[in-house]
């Protein structure tokens, strides 16, 4: 089987990593999400996360030479033979090329880019009662996905807060950032013919589903 190589594109708050968490399960590829990497690093208070906290808590990008590097290692690692699944890289157009670079020079290509369209109304809602566990990682939200109990994870009680740059105006700012700076991927990979939609409104089953089925046909298309 031909490896598959996705990358999750769309705002904060679209539900990547609701949906890689899926595929991960679905597939069994390793689920390479920046965000997630990033605040390990910045609580590990790790060289790469003291570079990036004040940028992520600002909402704004951390610069390509940050990251770039850090992320085209991780694809190359040995989990990551059979394919991946990108969630929050590429954010940029440099970005997109480093990466396009690399897996050229590795003999290897994309599989396709699903874009999980969102409008900015639907993620403020959803950012600003987002709350996670620190210890578990499980994501919960106030109204639409509420934890048994007020405050504290169904997995082992340990407390949900909310993330640092899931304030309001910090979502905002991010907003500001991806309408800026990462939706010109949505015409590149277009252009690439890798673009597939995926209404970031409906239910997370039905984003899944859609998913699946949008995968079903690369695949088809890719052995033609
Ligand atoms: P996320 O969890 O994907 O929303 O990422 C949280 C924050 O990490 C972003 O607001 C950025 O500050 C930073 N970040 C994540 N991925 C990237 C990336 N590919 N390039 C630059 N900064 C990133």
């Given at each position: 089987m031909a490896e598959l190589n996705l990358i999750l594109l769309g705002p904060p708050g679209a539900g990547k990593g609701t949906q890689a968490t899926n595929l991960t399960a679905d597939f069994g590829l390793p689920h390479i999400a920046t965000?997630?990497?990033?605040?390990?690093?910045?609580?590990?208070?790790?060289?790469?996360?003291?570079?990036?906290?004040?940028?992520?808590?600002?909402?704004?990008?951390?610069?390509?030479?940050?990251?770039?590097?850090?992320?085209?290692?991780?694809?190359?690692?040995?989990?990551?033979?059979?394919g991946f699944v990108l969630d929050g890289f590429p954010r940029t157009v440099d970005q997109a090329d480093s990466l396009g670079k690399e897996l050229e020079a590795r003999e290897r290509r994309l599989t396709g880019v699903l874009l999980i369209d969102?409008?900015?109304?639907?993620?403020?809602?959803?950012?600003?009662?987002?709350?996670?566990?620190?210890?578990?990682?499980?994501?919960?939200?106030?109204?639409?996905?509420?934890?048994?109990?007020?405050?504290?994870?169904?997995?082992?009680?340990?407390e949900l807060i909310q993330r640092d740059d899931d304030r309001e105006e910090t979502v905002r700012k991010r907003l500001v950032v991806y309408h800026e700076q990462t939706e010109p991927l949505i015409a590149y990979y277009e252009d690439l013919g890798l673009l597939r939609r995926i209404d970031g409104t409906r239910s997370p089953s039905e984003v899944h589903a859609h998913i699946r089925a949008t995968i079903a046909t690369l695949r088809l298309e890719d052995e033609l």
């Open positions: 965000g997630d990497i990033l605040r390990a690093a910045v609580a590990g208070e790790t060289d790469l996360g003291k570079e990036a906290k004040r940028f992520m808590d600002a909402g704004d990008l951390v610069p390509d030479s940050v990251i770039t590097g850090v992320i085209l290692e991780r694809v190359a690692e040995d989990d990551a033979r059979d969102t409008p900015d109304d639907v993620v403020i809602k959803r950012i600003s009662g987002r709350r996670v566990s620190r210890k578990t990682g499980r994501i919960y939200h106030v109204d639409f996905d509420p934890p048994t109990h007020e405050g504290r994870c169904d997995v082992d009680g340990s």
